[in-house]
Structure formats: structure tokens, C-alpha cells
């Protein structure tokens, strides 16, 4: 039998080979708003980034952070349902329902848990859960873990998702649909309006996952309201690691959902609380958001401003790919920005459907003007041609 260090090596050759391999990388964020990282000893100005409103770094984030620190201690010491629960949790959560329009919410230990504990509390073996083809990993993950029958529709395509609920609805109990608001990789929305009224004519609950969607859309309160004032989406779940710029993930609901969700989600349950630091940090993030409408639009018009030089469709979010298609392209793309001293990462499957490597490029509140349009200068002149893809004219 092949040993258990000869199979990693053999896999590790096969995914080098396919120009798939991934490796984590020392990357030293400083604290101009996060914008710098220095990497293998070089500075590089990040359009990687997932902290769009540049809170990571914000003194009054950190104040507050360090203030729980003094105050609470490193770590929360047991699980939220022990004794792990220090009272800063009740302030972020009233905070995040407030800012969500939702009676209460629950805060997790990150998104990731967030899906793999939601979802399996709302269906189970008997029931039926339908996600966007383009859905986060954790969003599987949660479906998956929840044995409640998958299907799949196509990305952003309601009339796939009703022929999808009129043939497999009736033959289950309960049923959940589930997407992005935001997709994480192509930076488009989910058409909410349409998929929250076909739920209601399918008998089907809506979850949205709003990571890349609060503090950057509808003055902060993200995807489900930016089609109106009216929440169209009964389960709102999102994460505090992107634009609130810390850590930890989040369902908003009605009261009854938060109650369950607090006794049954097992990945709350046996999972130890937030470091008070992180908890406390996202309290001051969700003060900022709610009290500067015109920083949370910022991400938004800078991706503009970059897919209105590259003649792209309008950004319609802080993320904007450019699709390559081959992996060893998309890294080539990457180690020349990293030569023009920008750090744009190649994705490559299995984050998304083979053939479709991309540069992920994102925007933050302080990212300089100069430098979006120096990026598109490299885009459209070295970057497009090394794939002879079209240049935009
Ligand atoms: C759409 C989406 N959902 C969930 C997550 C996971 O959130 P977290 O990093 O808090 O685990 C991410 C990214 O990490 C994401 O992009």
C-alpha cells in the first residue's frame, strides 16, 4: 500500500502538473487601511482584498478591540451555550438585526460555520434544498451536511430554479432555497426579487448569503435591500470578515428562527464563542457603517470606475472578474501585476468551473484612483493579450 506521505506527494505532482497547486503565502497587511502587502519581501498594493471599507486596520476598530481584550481576556473560553457567551455578543446581534431589519440574529464563528449550521437546522433527509450552481463552497457544505436533497439551477436563472421546485417540490417535506446575494467570484447579484417571489409560490423558505454584500450595498445593509426598503429574504446570513473586517458569520431572522437556530445549529453549539476582541471589533465596524452611507458606496463606484475604463458591463458590486479561462494564464497575469507591484490573484478551479480562471480583482473604500487606472492600463494593454482575448476598444 502507497504510504500516506507518497500519496501526498503524488497529489501534490498532479495539481503542479495542471498548474493547480495552491500555497499560502506570508502576506504582511500594513496599516495604510490595509491597502499594502509586503510579500517574499516586496510591497504590493492589494486589489485582493476583501476588507472593503478598510476597517481591519481603522483605529477605532482596533481601539475597541483591544479595550474587550483588557476587559474580557484573549478567548471566550467554552462554547456560547457554556459559558463562552460574554455579554458584547448581545450588542453586536442587536446591532446586526437593526442593521438588517430583522427582528434577531445570531452570530457564529465564521461564515463558513455559519452555512454548515443554518442550513441542516431548517431541512433534513426529507426535504429538499436548491442552490445556485455558482453558490459559495460553505453553502454546499451546509446542503450537503444536512442530507436534504440537493438540486441544482443555473447560475442567476429563475426559470431553471422554478422547473427545478415544480418537479421536485412536491415530493418533499420542506424546502430551502439558497444563493449568494453577492457571488463571491463574478461580483453580479442574485435576481431577489424574482427568486423570493417564486419561493412564495413554491412553498419555499429564501436563505441569501450577504458576505460580500453588507457594508458596500443599500448603505451598508447589503444585498437584500438593494431592490427596495422591503427585506425580501427571510434568512439573511452573512459574514464580519469582509467588509465589517474582522471575523465571524451571522444569521438576522425573526425571533422564533433565531431561538432555534440557537438551540440546534451544532456548529454554534460545540464550537467555542469569538475572541471578546473580535466581538467587540465588529461592534465599532457596525457603528461606522450605519453612520457613513457615503464610505460604504465607495467600493462600488471604484470597481465602476475600473469597468468603465475596461468598457465592462457596470460593476454591480466591489468584485469584478476578468475571466482568462487557462490556470497557467491566469498565473502568469498574476506574477505580471506582482512585477508592476499589484497584487491581483489568479483564481483557479475548483473555486471556479474549469476553463474559467480569472483574476478576481476587488476594491476598497481607499483604494487610489490613480492606481485603479494604472491596473486597467495593465489590463487591457499586457494582461488581455497574453491569452489573445480581444482588447476592449
Ligand atoms: C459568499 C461567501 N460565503 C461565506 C464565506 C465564508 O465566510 P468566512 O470567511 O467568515 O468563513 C465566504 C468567504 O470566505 C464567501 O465568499
Redo the contacts with the bound molecule.
Keep these: 500500500m502507497q504510504s500516506l506521505t507518497e500519496f501526498a506527494e503524488a497529489k501534490l505532482a498532479e495539481m503542479d502538473d495542471a498548474s493547480l497547486r495552491r500555497r499560502v503565502v506570508d502576506s504582511d497587511r500594513d496599516g495604510e487601511g490595509g491597502l499594502w502587502i509586503t510579500r517574499g519581501g516586496r510591497r504590493l498594493l492589494s486589489f485582493s482584498c476583501?476588507d472593503y471599507l478598510n476597517l481591519a486596520h481603522d483605529p477605532r476598530v482596533k481601539a475597541a478591540a483591544v479595550a474587550a481584550t483588557e476587559r474580557y481576556g484573549v478567548g471566550a473560553a467554552a462554547s456560547r451555550l457554556v459559558t463562552g457567551n460574554h455579554p458584547l455578543y448581545t450588542a453586536l446581534e442587536q446591532k446586526l438585526a437593526a442593521l438588517k431589519g430583522t427582528e434577531a440574529a445570531c452570530v457564529f464563528g465564521?461564515?463558513?460555520?455559519?452555512?454548515a449550521g443554518i442550513i441542516p437546522t431548517f431541512v433534513g433527509p426529507k426535504d429538499l434544498v436548491v442552490v445556485d450552481e455558482l453558490a459559495?463552497a460553505?453553502?454546499w457544505a451546509g446542503a450537503k451536511l444536512s442530507g436534504a436533497t440537493l438540486r441544482i439551477f443555473r447560475h442567476n436563472d429563475v426559470d431553471h430554479a422554478a422547473q427545478v421546485l415544480a418537479t421536485y417540490r412536491p415530493r418533499h417535506g420542506r424546502a430551502l432555497l439558497v444563493t449568494?446575494g453577492?457571488?463571491?467570484m463574478d461580483g453580479d447579484l442574485a435576481p431577489l426579487p424574482a427568486l423570493a417571489s417564486l419561493c412564495e409560490q413554491h412553498d419555499t423558505w429564501l436563505m441569501t448569503?450577504d458576505?460580500?454584500g453588507i457594508g458596500v450595498l443599500a448603505q451598508g445593509r447589503g444585498s437584500s435591500f438593494a431592490f427596495g426598503d422591503k427585506p425580501l429574504v427571510p434568512l439573511q446570513m452573512g459574514?464580519?470578515?469582509?467588509a465589517v473586517g474582522g471575523?465571524?458569520?451571522y444569521l438576522c431572522a425573526s425571533q422564533a428562527v433565531i431561538d432555534l437556530v440557537k438551540t440546534r445549529a451544532r456548529t454554534l453549539i460545540y464550537s467555542t464563542g469569538l475572541p471578546p476582541a473580535t466581538v467587540a471589533g465588529a461592534i465599532a465596524s457596525l457603528d461606522i457603517i450605519q453612520g457613513d452611507p457615503d464610505l460604504c458606496a465607495l467600493p462600488v463606484a471604484k470597481a465602476r470606475r475600473f469597468t468603465a475604463l475596461l468598457n465592462l458591463p457596470a460593476a454591480e458590486s466591489p468584485i469584478v472578474p476578468i475571466v482568462l479561462g487557462g490556470a497557467e494564464v491566469t498565473l502568469q497575469a498574476q506574477r505580471l501585476l506582482e512585477d508592476e507591484g499589484l497584487l491581483v490573484t489568479a483564481i483557479r478551479p475548483p473555486t471556479v468551473p474549469a476553463g474559467t480562471a480569472r483574476l478576481r480583482v476587488t476594491f476598497t473604500a481607499r483604494t487610489p484612483n490613480a492606481e485603479i487606472e494604472r491596473l486597467a492600463d495593465l489590463i487591457r494593454d499586457r494582461v488581455l493579450p497574453l491569452n489573445g482575448v480581444e482588447r476592449p476598444e
Design positions: 476583501n465564521s461564515g463558513y460555520l455559519a452555512n459559495h460553505c453553502i449568494d453577492v457571488f463571491s448569503d458576505a460580500h459574514t464580519l470578515s469582509k471575523y465571524g458569520g
